[in-house]
Nanobody, 124 residues
Framework: QRQFVESGGDLVQPGGSLRLSCAPS????????TGWFRQAPGREREAVLC????????NYDDSVKGRFSISRDNADNMVYLQMNNLKPEDTAIYYC?????????????????WGQGTQVSVSS
């Protein structure tokens, strides 16, 4: 079964940093675009950042601009989400998924191979 495995979530204080990892299981990233999403309690899953196999990242959430960054290591078949200056409103389960049409999109329905997610909690 093809899916991603997310890791790196934790409980951190406001202003702290975390680096989330996203590893594909059962497939290679290849030319798939990979997106990071998050779902806060009581809210729908939303796109945060996406990266294609070529070109730069695309940001879908203005609230993380300048604080979060996405990167991709094709040699290691991994995607990362670096999160700095974390705020309580960043608390959510974070997921990664692949767009098998090879482009980035902000629509959850355009993505497949969802993992179980990793919990990020920001609190003092």
């Amino acid at each position: 079964q093809r899916q991603f495995v997310e890791s790196g979530g934790d409980l951190v204080q406001p202003g702290g940093s975390l680096r989330l990892s996203c590893a594909p299981s059962g497939f290679e990233l290849g030319n798939y675009a990979t997106g990071w999403f998050r779902q806060a309690p009581g809210r729908e899953r939303e796109a945060v950042l996406c990266i294609r196999s070529w070109g730069g990242p695309i940001n879908y959430d203005d609230s993380v601009k300048g604080r979060f960054s996405i990167s991709r290591d094709n040699a290691d078949n991994m995607v990362y989400l670096q999160m700095n200056n974390l705020k309580p409103e960043d608390t959510a389960i974070y997921y990664c998924a692949a767009n098998t049409h090879y482009y980035c999109s902000g629509a959850v329905t355009d993505y497949e191979y969802w993992g179980q997610g990793t919990q990020v909690s920001v609190s003092s």
